[in-house]
């Protein structure tokens, strides 16, 4: 399915941003000019930049042409749970290989993390992920059996398993993310194309429904000279944003 219009022309202003072509202080495009390079009405133009004001990335409005306030570009929640949109976003070729995905026990890890009894039926899921080419990142991920179960009829390979998933009716509302350093174990080592021992950025992923059932419980290393994260705050934010960024190797 097709994302709404004022999302995808949110995404190109987000992008042009990052990459810096519109660099902060400089002004948007007009709303006409928006609606006549997109063929759209003023409704999808001016949802888009409400979204960007929003995430204060943009500032202006009533009566004042939009100006770039910031390059931290932030991530809505559906993009920093699924990688392939992020690097879409970016501009970037995002990639991913599927090594390996099964019905297992959980583990007790997995167990835990998913509110499951020890030895229940859950699918693991091992994919490696990259950008533009280049190894970024290997996602260990563990769902729960209803939810893990609609991936055998899906190619993992071909894009966002989020989307697939949302598209589903999978409801995926809610995560919660630990950050911690691990050294690199063999198998990163020879996926990662790095040497054993490396340090790499871990994120343990939890998701759950709206509710708080858990879905899916995930332990991804990333390639720090790749991929980094920031969080932003500010006096006025009720909360502090949690950005995924490009390394400064890439």
């Avoid at 993009?79 to 970037?92: K, V």
């Avoid at 991929?227 to 950005?243: G, W, Y």
């Amino acid at each position: 399915m097709d994302r709404p219009l004022y999302e995808r022309i949110a995404a190109e202003i987000r992008h042009q941003i990052a990459s810096g072509r519109l660099p902060v202080g400089a002004a948007l495009p007009s709303e006409s000019q928006l609606c006549e390079q997109w063929g759209a009405s003023r409704g999808p133009v001016r949802q888009a930049l409400a979204a960007l004001r929003a995430e204060g990335i943009i500032g202006g409005g009533q009566g004042k042409p939009p100006v770039v306030r910031s390059q931290a570009v932030t991530q809505p929640f559906e993009t920093f749970l699924s990688f392939s949109r992020w690097a879409h976003d970016l501009g970037r070729t995002p990639g991913q290989r599927t090594l390996e995905i099964a019905r297992r026990p959980a583990s007790p890890e997995a167990a835990e993390a998913l509110r499951v009894s020890e030895g229940e039926p859950v699918v693991e899921l091992l994919r490696l992920r990259s950008l533009d080419g280049t190894p970024a990142m290997i996602e260990r991920t563990t769902f729960i059996w209803s939810v893990g179960r609609l991936l055998f009829d899906h190619d993992c390979d071909s894009g966002s398993i989020f989307a697939f998933l949302s598209g589903q009716g999978v409801d995926l509302a809610r995560g919660r993310h630990v950050f911690d350093a691990v050294n690199a174990d063999a198998t990163d080592s020879e996926l990662l194309e790095i040497p054993p021992g490396a340090a790499l950025l871990r994120e343990r992923r939890h998701t759950s429904t709206t509710a708080g059932e858990p879905l899916e419980y995930s332990d991804d290393r990333y390639r720090p000279d790749i991929v980094s994260f920031t969080i932003e705050n500010s006096q006025q934010a009720a909360r502090p944003a949690l950005l995924r960024t490009q390394g400064l190797v890439s």
